[in-house]
């Protein structure tokens, strides 16, 4: 049974501050090594500006992912719903060619969305799409914070959506390269063990 790990990064403008985007690609290149190594698939989607966009379907070729992984531009609003949707798509598309597939979607993200799908109010559009992703089988998820919590105005909204996602939680901190290769081994771990 293969693993497909699909990071759904946020591009917008907040992530191009203080360096959080040169971390995140820092930590996602290694992991990537690791994913070569064990014959893990990756797929990257980045949200930003007034959608999502699928950058590397599922591949196993480290060069390519690597390389699309450095030229992953940022700048504009926040489409999280955007990334959400498209996530839960990729999920679906993939279950049609490989239906023994586990998935492991790996979200980055302050959570602060600026800019949704419909007329109707982002939070509530957000709670919609969690819900589609909490109901896919054989997929676990992993949500990193890249809000600055030394930031005196915080808004905590990465927690709520990891809830929602019954995901494993975990702040920029944590995405040194080396802590990011643990938790998705861990995680990996526990899919195995729920079969």
Sequence with gaps: MGHLVVFVVDG??????????????????SLLLDCYQKRDKVAFIVFRRD????????????????????????????????????????????????PRTRYLVVLVTDGRANQGLTREPIDREIAKITALLSGLKRTDYVVVDSEDKKNLIRMDLAPRLARGLGARYFQ???LRSDNLTGIVRDAKKAQVGND
Excluded: C, H, N, W
């Design 51 to 98: 959608g999502a966009e699928v950058v590397v379907p599922p591949t196993s070729s480290f060069e390519r992912a690597g390389r699309r992984l450095r030229e992953i531009p940022v700048g504009g609003r926040t489409p999280l719903s955007a990334g959400l949707l498209e996530a839960y798509k990729l999920v679906k598309r993939t279950e049609l060619q490989r």
């Design 12 to 29: 917008s403008g907040s992530m191009g501050a203080q360096k959080r985007m040169v971390e995140t690609k820092g930590a996602v290149q």
């Design 172 to 174: 920029l901190a944590d």
